[in-house]
Structure formats: C-alpha cells, structure tokens
Nanobody
Framework: QVQLVESGGGLVQAGGSLRLACIAS????????MAWYRQAPGKQRDLVAV???????NYASSVKGRFTISRDNAGNTVYLQMNSLKPEDTAVYYC?????????WGQGTQVTVSS
C-alpha cells in the first residue's frame, strides 16, 4: 500500500505562486511513477504532471512552462511548484502513485486562484 498526504493549497491571486507537497509512505523508487492530478467542479480529473523514479517528467500542455514537478533526494516527497497561476488553475489537486498496477490517491488539496 501507499499512503499519500498533500499539503500547500490555498487562495492566491492570479499571477502568484504556490508549492504543493505530497508526502508518501513509500519512496518514489518503489513505485512506477508519482503524479499530480486536478479536478475542477463539474469536470473530470485531469493529469497535471508526472515524475518517474529516474526523474523524467511530463506535463499537461496547459501548465507546461509554469508548473514544475520534483522530488526530494529520499524520494518520499513530491512537489508541484506552480507559478504564474491563472483562475482556470482553480481545482482540487490530488497526488497519485501507481504500484503493482494499483493506483493510490491522496485526499486532495484545494487551490483557488482569484482574478
């Protein structure tokens, strides 16, 4: 099993920055990948960014150049640095990990960007 706990959400003005953190009960080196998803009210949950144990990253086109996913050296914490935030980035952000073909999710953290 993998337990995930997110933190760092909040209210920020457009153009501002936030850094989300996801603390995992297992190191990223024991899972296939870790990722951040987001879900706005009435919309589906969408992939924002993903990072592999080797450090490869990939981003949704809507956040590329503004968001950065990273991990600490121990691999237990994954971050999402969000810059130049826009009102359309408002959503609940979820941490995700896959291990042995099972997806694990955190409880989510709310990000609200005011215009």
């Amino acid at each position: 099993q993998v337990q995930l706990v997110e933190s760092g959400g909040g209210l920020v003005q457009a153009g501002g920055s936030l850094r989300l953190a996801c603390i995992a009960s297992r190191s990223i080196f024991t899972v296939n990948f870790m990722a951040w998803y987001r879900q706005a009210p009435g919309k589906q949950r969408d992939l924002v960014a993903v990072i592999t144990p080797g450090g490869s990253t990939n981003y949704a086109s809507s956040v590329k150049g503004r968001f950065t996913i990273s991990r600490d050296n121990a691999g237990n914490t994954v971050y999402l640095q969000m810059n130049s935030l826009k009102p359309e980035d408002t959503a609940v952000y979820y941490c995700n990990a896959e291990r042995h073909a099972i997806n694990y999710w955190g409880q989510g953290t709310q990000v609200t960007v005011s215009s």
